[in-house]
């Protein structure tokens, strides 16, 4: 088997990289252990970044891509306190999208094989070794063991990963100290448990019914971890688990896809080895509070994407592979510490009693400032500068906004679908930023639009994830555009024409002395 780029892991965020990868038309091939999607509920929570990300890729059902002028909110929680408002800019999705995991994982492999992706099931890597400038891996499947040959791979194959362990990149952990339940169950008597979120001195419990009539329960003790958390749950156990926290019997039947989780976490101390990647759950994994794990994930799928495709086109700057952990690290190491400061304000005592009730507070004074919901919902994400001279808004995602190009009106999210880097130039002066990017032709985009004061530039290099990485504030376009696709298809074609004729040039020169 061979593949420019192989993708280990086929859950939404695994098939969201090859979706990303053979939308710009590299030969990639997915390996999934599993002969099916696997429909125990998982995540069902994408936040705005995630969302909005998605759409400018193209990614979103239909009925989630839509946007309307205003901006618009969203309620959503803070450690089980229901007063956090998520808010996003007017012309961009709703700032809370719910679906199941099951869905959008369809939904990405479809893509991904429409585009030309190989996804194959039944497929377990057993083995990893880097050499000579490929990825070799050793792969068990139906048929037997076979060895695959890709330029890289991208270890999108969860918590506990064996491209990680095979590719050698070490983690910093963190022990469990709590312990939960998930699971799905009938209660004999729905009235016995109310819907939603349940605190008592004991614990906590989340429930909530699904439209066939089961009740989707989890439960979090955090008294402690399970002294035997290795062994799988039993419906008894869960049974008693919700009937302790509860403090009364609580009946069910029928019980099902029960499984353990904590607040272990793990993130990668690199999210790069050479030619192996880390995506998702296998580079970082944090006490699953506030949905932000498939989001995070989702967000490291659209960041990679674009630069792996670069590379393996061979158009990619120097360097740009290493902002994939340079950027994606620090954010998921602040899902981690945010999701810690939650669990702190989940934990029993009057001493926690009295913070849940100055948080409450602070999180209705929070609507005007809208930190802790950028925090969560990941607007508030700004990336670190990679020009040599930074402009203002370098790094920043630039909001969706309506502009009138030559071609006539459209948006930003429109003009990201293809996946090019947009270089919007605004107004006439900004023609002369066009004739400093010509090199670049084949890889830009270039956009000329009226000026608008929803976009207050006159230039705009735009990645194909929606960050802005340059402006007419900051250093030489040329600069930024060399930092991000090396010397320009163009460029590099012009230096050999005009070596080639300086090189005629000097022949002649010689043959005439020589004649003289």
Request: with cysteine.
């Amino acid at each position: 088997m061979r593949a420019e780029v192989v993708v280990v892991g086929g859950g939404p965020v695994g098939l969201l990289v090859a979706a990303e990868l053979a939308g710009y038309g590299v030969d990639t091939l997915v390996l999934e252990a599993r002969a099916e999607v696997c429909e125990r509920p998982k995540a069902t929570t994408l936040h705005a970044r995630a969302v909005q990300g998605l759409a400018r890729r193209g990614h979103l059902p239909p009925d989630a891509a839509q946007t309307s002028a205003g901006t618009k909110s969203g309620r959503f929680h803070f450690a089980g306190i229901h007063e956090l408002v998520i808010t996003v800019p007017e012309n961009e999705p709703e700032p809370i999208l719910k679906r199941p995991q099951a869905e959008l994982e369809r939904r990405f492999e479809a893509r991904a094989r429409a585009a030309g992706a190989r996804v194959l099931r039944e497929h377990r890597v057993t083995g990893l070794t880097q050499r000579d400038g490929a990825v070799l891996l050793t792969v068990e499947g139906p048929q037997g063991t076979a060895t695959c040959t890709a330029a890289y791979a991208v270890g999108a194959d969860g918590a506990r990963s064996t491209v990680r362990e095979l590719a050698g990149i070490a983690s910093d952990a963190t022990p469990a100290t709590v312990s939960a339940l998930v699971g799905l169950a009938r209660l004999r008597d729905p009235g016995d448990l109310e819907q939603g979120w349940l605190r008592t001195p004991r614990g906590w419990i989340v429930s909530k019914r699904t439209p066939a009539g089961e009740t989707h329960i989890r439960t979090v003790d955090c008294s402690g971890a399970h002294a035997g958390r290795e062994a799988p749950p039993s419906p008894l156990e869960l049974q008693r688990e919700v009937s302790r926290i509860a403090g009364r019997d609580i009946a069910m039947e029928g019980a099902r896809w029960i499984s353990r989780f904590s607040d272990f976490t793990r993130v990668a101390r690199t999210f790069r080895a050479e030619r192996v990647f880390l995506v998702g759950d296998a580079a970082h994994v944090h006490f699953p509070i506030g949905g932000q794990g498939l989001s995070t994930g989702v967000l490291d799928a659209l960041n990679l994407g674009w630069k792996l495709a670069l590379a393996v086109r061979g158009t990619a700057g120097a360097g740009l592979l290493d902002t994939y952990g340079l950027e994606r690290g620090p954010a998921a190491r602040a899902v981690v510490d945010n999701t810690r400061a939650q669990l702190a304000l989940m934990r029993q005592g009057p001493e926690v009693d009295a913070l849940r009730e100055v948080f409450t507070g602070l999180l209705t004074a929070d609507r005007d400032t809208g930190r802790l919901g950028d925090m969560i919902s990941g607007q508030g994400t700004v990336l670190p500068a990679r020009t040599g001279r930074p402009s203002g808004p370098e790094g920043r995602f630039l909001p969706n906004a309506r502009i009138v190009t030559r071609e006539g009106e459209t948006d930003l999210i429109a003009l990201l679908r293809e996946g090019s880097p947009l270089l919007l130039l605004f107004g006439g002066l900004a023609a002369r930023h066009g004739e400093e990017a010509r090199p670049w032709s084949d890889t830009l985009r270039v956009v000329h639009a009226r000026a608008t004061p929803a976009l207050p530039y006159e230039a705009l290099l735009v990645r194909p994830d929606g960050h802005i990485a340059w402006s007419q504030d900051g250093g030489p376009l040329a600069d930024a555009l060399s930092r991000y696709f090396g010397p320009g298809p163009r460029a590099a074609a012009d230096g050999a024409d005009q070596l080639a004729r300086s090189s005629r040039a000097c022949e002649i020169s010689m043959a005439r002395t020589a004649s003289a």
